[in-house]
């Protein structure tokens, strides 16, 4: 996995370090989490959280706004270009893996894909405060 996120950021822009990156994956899976969900996610205060999410904020990756019923509450969001990077991103990273994996043969693609539906249930995270989806690592 670490193989991979690291292959995906490589190909956001060299300026966006692994806790943004987790951020804006996060963001795309949980659309309109507050500040602090992200933060705990990130396993980081609400200070440098704040700090990471100004940064895309202003690269335009991610907007931020209040809550409509709680002001003291911040929402977060991709905006288009922040989902547009992640996507390209994924897409060359899907080719990079069926370029690694070509030299397989049809049994051990067959186990292959045996071993992550066996692994999938394992790594899937918890559902997220109040969304009730579980994140899949």
């Given amino acids: 996995m670490r193989a ?7 190909h956001l822009t060299p300026e966006l370090s692994m806790p943004q ?3 804006m994956v996060f963001l795309e899976q949980h659309p309109q989490a507050s500040l602090s969900d992200t933060a705990g996610f ?3 205060g609400l200070p440098r959280t704040s700090k990471l999410i100004e940064s895309l904020v202003s690269r335009e990756l991610m907007s931020r706004h209040e809550h409509a019923e ?3 509450r911040v929402m977060l969001a991709l905006t288009a270009r922040g989902r547009e990077m992640l996507e390209k991103a994924r897409e060359v990273t899907a080719g990079y893996l069926a370029r690694t994996l070509a030299g397989c ?12 539906q066996i692994l999938r ?5 918890p559902a997220e405060r109040g969304n009730g989806k579980a994140r899949s690592a």
Wanted: proline share 3%; charged share 25%; hydrophobic share 40%.
């Fill in 70 to 72: 709680d002001r003291r």
């Fill in 21 to 23: 990156f987790r951020a």
């Fill in 121 to 125: 249930p394992a790594f899937s995270v």
């Fill in 4 to 10: 991979i996120g690291c292959h995906m950021r490589s």
């Fill in 105 to 116: 043969t049809d049994e051990q693609r067959i186990a292959i894909n045996k071993a992550m």
């Fill in 42 to 44: 990130l396993g980081l």
